[in-house]
C-alpha cells in the first residue's frame, strides 16, 4: 500500500508556471505506476499524466500534452508535475495518484482511475 501527499499548488497567472509535488510512503512506491488526475468545479475527472515504475514511460492527456512534464524520484519518493504555459482551464483540484498496473493502461485510468489517491492540491489560473 502507498499514501500519497500533495503539495505546491496555488494561485498563477496565465502563461505562468507551477511545479507540483507528491511525496509517497510506503515500501513498495518504486514498482507502482504513478499519476497526476484532476477535478474541476461541475466536471468529471480527468486523466493528465502517467508515469512507469521506472520513470522510462509517459502518458499525457491530450489537453496538456506538450505543456505538462511528469517525472519521478524512487529514492526520495517523489512524483512532480511541471505545468507550464497554464491556461484557466487548467484550474482544478489536482490529485496524485498511484496503480500496480503497469502504465500503458491509459484507457483503463481513464475510466476507472488508479487504485491509490491523495487529497488533491488546488490550481487557480488567472486570466
Known amino acids: 500500500q502507498v499514501q500519497l501527499v500533495e503539495s505546491g499548488g496555488g494561485l498563477v497567472q496565465a502563461g505562468g508556471s507551477l511545479r507540483l509535488s507528491c511525496a509517497a510512503s510506503?515500501?513498495?512506491?518504486?514498482?507502482?505506476?504513478m499519476g497526476w488526475f484532476r477535478q474541476a468545479v461541475g466536471k468529471e475527472r480527468e486523466f493528465v499524466a502517467a508515469?512507469?515504475?521506472?520513470?522510462?514511460?509517459?502518458y499525457y492527456g491530450d489537453s496538456v500534452k506538450g505543456r505538462f512534464t511528469i517525472s519521478r524520484d524512487n529514492a526520495k519518493k517523489l512524483v512532480d508535475l511541471q505545468m507550464n504555459s497554464l491556461k484557466p482551464e487548467d484550474t482544478a483540484v489536482y490529485h496524485c495518484a498511484a496503480d500496480p498496473r503497469t502504465a500503458d493502461r491509459t484507457t483503463r485510468f481513464k475510466i476507472y482511475g488508479m487504485d491509490y489517491w491523495g487529497k488533491g492540491t488546488l490550481v487557480t489560473v488567472s486570466p
Open positions: 510506503g515500501r513498495t512506491f518504486s514498482s507502482y505506476t
Open positions: 508515469i512507469s515504475w521506472s520513470g522510462g514511460s509517459t
